[in-house]
């Protein structure tokens, strides 16, 4: 997220939390219908120069179409919806084309409301009423205030553009992605243990080692092409590059960049003909199951060749490969894909953790610290792996199982909703449509429906709030 910067007189810029609490107070404020409602879906999309809305109320289980149309063009809800969407900017990759922001209302005649935020930053915007579908025009003017990469642009808006003859302003790429970065935010988190050493930093170290990948030095390999014109085949003879530290350790050499890899080739390259390494790239947690599998290893170091050099020793690589994690469900929150997430939080296969403090029957598992003074917590914090736990808070128990016996668990807890992992990129998922999803695979299950079928049935039909 940007913003301009401020004087230390003017007041913060609200965040996207309180940003989605006006526009449910806003929603409570003009919404004309009878009580007993147990949630209610408004979606918003800017399009043509206005916003236009969708309400759905859900009574029962059942749910009822409500208003439809553009919101007034004097509605104080506008201003609210457009720091919305700035706030919810990220250079490169825009802001969102929609937004649903969902109410649920508990203890009627007198409700409990809560109100959670989902956003559509890929999706192509559904027709609300008389608007008309979306068009290349209203492509051209999201992109104009919310700059995307080319590659950060869905192929519809693309297309949209391109019928309609329309060139779209695309952002350029940033500078890591042009100088081959593959894991600005491994390195990220190298850099904060540097200036914090720490148990909870090398947590948040190993906790990006589990998702994204890196490179690897395989100069002096004999590469065999395999089929399909893949550059590695099952013939190739692999040389990885390894470092014989000064304390008599040796190190799997793994790099967050090729200019990091090139600037190590430079040091330490004994043939003048060689004027560029080999490189491999890898998944990030396969180089942490290579130590552990292979005893030469005493530890990994990443980016050896730059000030920000970290060792990890094989104790903490060793702990953290052989805990359970869900490595398919931190890679879909760090895409941003909502469907993938909802497909391998419901796999029958993955794995779920939570953090817990006490000792037997005292045994409190972590909530999320509730935004207003004095009212109890009602989100669970659910993790994917025992490093994010740690990365919160070293001194919490990890406890794991199967995922959807903790989705069970939270369900039964009889908490508002979940929220995956505690630090960004997170998502919460309100308790209702959990229950609704849970049920809906399950049927699709028993009734013989392949897992992956039912889960991409369930991530359609289903809202999420997703937290930058």
Known sequence: MSSAPQNASETPAPTERELVTRVGEWVMSVLRTEPGWDSMLVEFKPQGGRVHLRVIENRDGTAIPGAAGPVKVDSPVLETLAQLQRACF????????????????????????????????????????????????????????????????????????????????????????????????????????????GQRALAGVLREALAGTVLLDVTGSDLVPGEDDQPVGPESSIRVQTLSQPDGRRALAVYTSADEARAMFSASNQDPQRTEPVLLRQRASAMLGMVVQDAQYHEIVVDP????????????????????????????????????????????????????????????????????????????????????????????????????????????????????????????????????????????????????????????????????
């Open 90 to 197: 990220v250079p490169g990759r825009g802001s969102w084309f929609s937004a649903s922001v969902t109410l649920t209302a508990q203890g009627w005649p007198e409700p409990t409301l809560r109100t959670s935020a989902s956003y559509h930053f890929r999706d192509m915007p559904h027709t609300y009423a008389q608007e008309g579908p979306y068009t290349g025009q209203d492509v051209l003017d999201q992109l104009t205030r919310f700059p995307r990469t080319q590659e950060g642009t869905p192929l519809w808006a693309v297309e949209l553009a391109h019928t309609a003859g329309l060139e779209l302003p695309y952002a350029e790429r940033a500078e890591d992605e042009v100088r081959g970065d593959v894991h600005p935010r491994l390195r990220a988190a190298v850099l904060a243990h540097g200036e914090e050493p």
């Open 305 to 468: 060749a730059s000030e920000h050099a970290l060792r990890i020793p094989r104790e903490q690589i060793e702990w953290v490969a052989r805990s359970p994690h869900n490595e398919p469900l931190k890679q879909a929150l760090l895409d941003d894909n909502m469907a993938n997430v909802l497909g391998a939080l419901f796999n029958p296969e993955g794995h779920l953790m939570l953090g817990t403090r006490g000792e037997g029957e005292d045994t409190i598992p972590v909530m999320v610290r509730p935004e207003e003074e004095g009212a109890a917590p009602d989100t669970l914090l659910v993790f994917t792996s025992a490093a994010e736990v740690a990365a919160l808070d070293p001194e919490l128990t990890v406890r794991s199982a199967p995922s959807r016996q903790i989705l069970q668990f939270a369900l039964d807890a009889g908490v508002d909703a979940i929220c995956l992992n505690a630090m960004a990129p997170v998502a919460t998922l309100p308790a209702e449509q959990l229950r609704e999803m849970l049920d809906l695979v399950t049927q699709r299950e028993q009734a013989g429906a392949p897992g992956q079928e039912a889960s991409g049935a369930g991530a359609s039909g289903a809202e999420a709030t997703e937290q930058n």
